[in-house]
């Protein structure tokens, strides 16, 4: 009963120590590839200097004051 | 053990309980997420919101499911059949019992699930807590009143008027509902129907209240749509401004408006709390929650609490919220017809209630002698402040000194009042 | 529906259902709010009780009630009756029946009214979750602890028996209220007398603890009073000061205090800590949570804990503790002749407890040789800091050069502990 | 049913308007009601310079710096 | 009432009814706050967890009991017959029959405990809000996630496989609890053993939310484990460092880091939870709140949100987590040779996992011809960021000018993931 | 009846403040102690100087400017 609780045990680790190696080896590679990624996006980004963000917001002086107080939040 | 260790294993997986639905909702949270980030739509909700969708995605965990989900996610056959026999129901039914169980019912399955060892998912006790029970949304209302300074709607308070009419996008959206059921796959009930109208009132955290009362099911879509189309009112809006008023209607300049007197400043939110209080009770827990914060805001003397209304509380209580209502975009309740439905409906909702504005706009412009520019009753929708930015950005574009920003402020807050009235109106008459 | 949609809106409105209890108390709330905000009344509390207090009053809305309150706001005939039955009442008899059950009773009718679809209103789950659970008042104590130097009362422990001499309030009012029964319409247990005369310790978060633990129901007009009169104390305190000490009394300068070092402080609450836990285990909660404040403010080494403790902490509380005790001061739950009683009998409270500081002051005087002003006694009531800032006041006048604030927080603090310890005894004896 | 459905949303939609309507226009009217009131508030309190907030607090130096970390908070 | 009120009052006192085992718990408590302060052991953790301790231990004041605990102490003999016919067990084995009663029969218990009057005790609400529900160890990592920079583990990925190495002190850990069986006195099922090896992780929130699933009644122990070595590891690890490498291997210098772009550390997060979500659902809470904090940091776009995780959630969560673990420190429960074991395994977990860190940084020395400096690899263990703090320090014996702490980040932050997805395995495989 | 209440409350009254006043009579005295056990671990930790808290944080610049982000919080 015991000997069978402490191979559980030993299954458990090598179970686990397999799923833990698998999972973060996978994340190496994935991660390799994520980086690029990352920079081929970055790159056409920079080339075609892409879709621009919406811009509303005027930068004027007085808009600024007076909208300061209700911007801080835009959850509303 | 291991034998079945390495079966549970993977069936523990996530690649081996996928199904594309959720695989769909991943990309879907995914989009939400590069709409925030990248675009700048509504951040702070869209970006909770779509990680709580991922989140609430992810196969097996059930991370948005109840007590009684993971029951069935466990799929120990005794427990199946103690519920089923709660329920009355076959096994083979089980799912599609649990589903469509009454009040009473989830309540003693829940019951039966929690003592049987199985506990709710992470982001449904968010949900719990901050949604179901009505918080989280009142929290936010009440650090929107420590936010906002009315002093514009106190200066000139025909403004509400616009924020009046810019509320026929949600009833006009209610009956556009309710006219959709000829589509076969569309059956919205009448509370169904006025939960999704609200989408027109702009406003975040009065939709997801009244959807968590009247349509928790189609919360998920109704909260979505409604802080998407806020993030795109500067694409919506000005067509429909320009479309309906003239060149010299947008070129109007307005007059300077008054200073307010601190003391008005303390009387508005008591004032606006005491005609709720007389005239529509059921609006009172938003309006109550928003002037409550208009008051830490302007009685000057619990400054510690008005900063508290404006950061720490509103803060943390967007992070669950976000979570929260993402939880709701799980892929066998999100995907379906209906959810495109509530899409559109919801565009339908801020053009009409754009245009409702801009025509009340219009019709104070002429009761006025030509004093009101009628573009300011575009604000009237609420959206703040992205809307009242937009009326001044379109203003300019005709008269490059005119800024109606300020003037734009009033419509645009009575916006918050008139779509809190509005759901107070629906909460009475459909709530109950 | 819309014909009677008609109906139904106007039965839902609050002029259609206030009654003169509830348009008085929204006074009473007004009231509040008044003296917070223009007389800068304990502002912190008393602002959000008063407003807490005008959402309690709304007709109709029942922001207040729990589930039960709901059903029986909803009129439902058939689950009036369903509610009856459990509570083997006759439906017209059932408001009084829900007022006087149990708790078991009430337990099993919150559960049939929740399964029957109702739920509690928003500050109903406000007051459960921050004061039924005891919860907000601890944290707001650890607050206070976290905020609290006792370098004063390190320096000069003696002054610990004025803090304890001052809460002879507490008790003497207790027998007044017991006393008090002769009078018809009052009738007073000895969970109620104790609840009522904590009012004395001049403590607000104890006042409140004690309340939520010995009698409930009086809870609003306990916290009410408790805040008002610390408020009041700049008023109340002189005349009682001077009254009770000659000139030549008033004019003696104390000693200037030792330096305190930073392990003193630190072993500090500890110290007091261990005596709790040796000889009034009843005192636990309130103590540990001001010595555990107190401990992250002088450990020095979880500065971020201290200050959330000082800060974030305190001020979300503050907020939900103030609208939770303002949920208790419905129009038929606290318009009651016991209302005025409990205000009268805080008053007394205050009066006492001051005389006996200063008498006890002027005892140490005598055995000290003179050493000791008793004004510092009047600081015992606690009160922290308006009553060691009105003894500096009053000596001030009798001595232009004396300022005893330093000496008079001594048994400033002290009174907090000592209310927390009288507050120990009642819990000890009566509550169980 | 259905067209009684949606002719249920059109009496919901008159009744809903009415009531945004009425109540926001009689908040118009309130608000400026309100706002003559607290104009003359304002006024009889410059003149007469009615009753001040009670003040307690010495504003001598050495109260404000030994009373300053106890009296951040007031709430005891 | 006073004859039996001096009775109760004395009985009611602490020394009457303060058992050793709660006096030598007082002890510990003030040793692990004495650890915090005066040495600087984890303070933000240790110091609640210490004072958490003294309080569960008050005697009378049940502290740390839930309703039925508190029913037990008041000794009210109908109320003990009522509970004692509810479990059909003889009054005398009350006691035990609560211990050892199961998932059912303790709900229905507190039910009836609660029912009759009693109350849980602030320590035990406070337990059951943050850890039992799962929520408090989650937000703390979500904090964490908000707080950690990844940079270093995306500009070196392979820097994970040091990470997941260092998770052999877990599963080390794990035969070794079972190991113990033999012993007489220990009896740990496979749950407590895997509980009890998550210690091996170093990271705190992992282990709080593992035991609270596995082993809630171990989860004191195991958590001042955790921290208290988390504290010690630059008494730990320096010894096993220098014992497995060559002083050559020491000085290694590593080749600077290359700079890595925002959109990398946005995608980051996400890849990580995709991965998670494909592969190993159940470490979905963890794994998921972790990159939702990173998200909200790398954003940009949500300052506000992710301020607030840094900040106000994660202090007023860490307060009341240490006081919960503080809870668990109740004599009777804590006190057992199974408490000593847990402390002892721990010690091995610690070790091993660092041993076994170092030994795959040696493989990585080889594999890459030289270029990876094997003591990076004992900062696999977590404990962030000590580990790496300590690894800088031993390389700086050996070389004065090889700054290896940037690289030690790497591994050190990849020792969070992988003790999550260590927990994720265990809770999939040993947690349904 | 009502005079046993009262009678019962002036026993509590007895009772609570011989308690009150034991309690901080004994926290008086006990305060005294804890100063002078204070003083004594004072002077004698000035004396042999003791045993000094474990100090692995590097000072240097770098260190402190690279670890800054995550060393805000050490819970993990
Ligand atoms: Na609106
Ligand atoms: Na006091
Ligand atoms: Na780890």
Redesign the interface.
């Known amino acids: 009963m015991d000997t069978g609780l402490v191979m559980q045990g030993v299954e458990l680790m090598l179970l686990g120590m397999g799923i833990v190696f698998s999972f973060l080896a996978m994340l190496v590679f994935t991660l390799r590839g994520m980086s690029r990624l990352a920079n081929l996006l970055d790159d056409r980004a920079a080339d075609d200097s892409g879709p621009m963000p919406i811009q509303v917001a005027d930068n004027r002086q007085l808009v600024a004051v007076i909208a300061a107080a209700i911007a801080r939040y835009r959850s509303s | 053990?291991?034998d079945n260790?390495?079966e549970?294993?993977w069936q523990?997986?996530?690649?081996a309980?996928?199904v594309w639905g959720q695989a769909f909702m991943?990309l879907v949270g995914?989009l939400l997420?590069f709409l925030?980030?990248?675009?700048?739509f509504?951040?702070?909700?869209l970006?909770?919101i779509g990680?709580g969708c991922?989140?609430a995605n992810?196969?097996?965990?059930g991370?948005a499911d109840d007590a009684v989900g993971h029951l069935l996610l466990?799929k120990n056959p005794a427990h199946m059949a103690a519920l089923a026999d709660l329920l009355g129901t076959p096994i083979a039914a089980l799912g599609d019992a649990v589903h469509h169980a009454s009040?009473?019912s989830v309540?003693a399955a829940r019951a039966l699930a929690?003592?049987?060892?199985y506990?709710p998912?992470?982001l449904y006790?968010f949900y719990a807590v901050a949604i179901e029970?009505?918080?989280a949304p009142?929290l936010?209302?009440?650090?929107?009143g420590a936010?906002?300074?009315f002093s514009a709607?106190?200066a000139l308070?025909?403004t509400?008027?616009l924020?009046?009419?810019a509320?026929?996008g949600?009833?006009?959206t209610?009956?556009g509902?309710?006219?959709l059921?000829?589509v076969p796959g569309f059956n919205f009930s009448?509370a169904d129907?006025?939960a999704i109208a609200i989408i027109g009132g702009a406003?975040?955290?009065t939709a997801i209240f009244l959807a968590s009362k009247l349509a928790p099911d189609l919360l998920g879509a109704i909260a979505v749509a409604a802080y998407s189309y806020m993030?795109l009112v500067?694409?919506i809006q000005p067509p429909i401004m320009r479309a309906l008023t003239t060149d010299a209607e947008r070129r109007v300049e307005m007059m300077q408006l008054r200073p307010v007197?601190k003391?008005?400043k303390?009387?508005?939110p008591?004032?606006?709390?005491?005609?709720?209080?007389?005239?529509?009770?059921?609006a009172?827990?938003l309006i109550?929650?928003l002037t409550?914060g208009n008051?830490?805001r302007e009685?000057?003397?619990?400054d510690?609490?008005s900063?508290?209304?404006?950061?720490?509380?509103?803060?943390?209580v967007?992070?669950i919220l976000g979570?929260s209502v993402g939880s709701k975009l799980q892929a066998d309740k999100f995907l379906s017809v209906e959810t495109l439905g509530i899409l559109a409906l919801g565009a339908i909702a801020f053009c009409v209630g754009t245009a409702a504005g801009v025509i009340m706009g219009k019709i104070m412009n002429r009761v006025s002698g030509g004093k009101v520019n009628p573009l300011i009753g575009a604000a009237g929708v609420?959206a703040?402040?992205?809307a009242?930015?937009?009326v001044?950005?379109v203003g300019?574009e005709s008269n490059h000194h005119n800024?109606l920003?300020?003037h734009a402020?009033g419509p645009n807050v009575?916006g918050?009042?008139?779509s809190a009235?509005?759901a107070g109106?629906?909460l009475?008459?459909?709530g109950?």
């Open positions: 053990m291991m260790g390495f549970a294993l523990s997986m996530g690649i309980n996928l991943v995914g997420m925030a980030i990248r675009k700048g509504e951040p702070l909700l970006l909770p990680f991922v989140l992810v196969p097996v965990a991370l466990a009040g009473a309540h929690r003592d049987l060892g506990e998912g992470m006790q029970s009505g918080v009142l936010i209302f009440m650090g929107v936010l906002t300074d709607l106190i308070p025909a509400l008027l924020g009046a009419a509320q026929f949600i009833f006009f209610l009956i509902a309710l006219a059921n000829v009448l129907a006025s406003d975040g955290p993030a500067p694409i007197s003391l008005e303390i009387m508005f008591l004032t606006v709390l005491l005609l709720c209080l007389l005239f529509l009770p059921s009172a827990p109550g929650m409550f008051l830490l009685s000057g003397v619990v510690r609490l900063k508290s209304a404006q950061n720490e509380i509103i803060n943390a967007t992070i979570l609420s703040v402040p992205m009242a930015r937009v001044n950005k300019l800024f920003l300020m402020m009575a918050v009042i008139g009235v509005a109106v629906l009475a008459v459909v109950s």
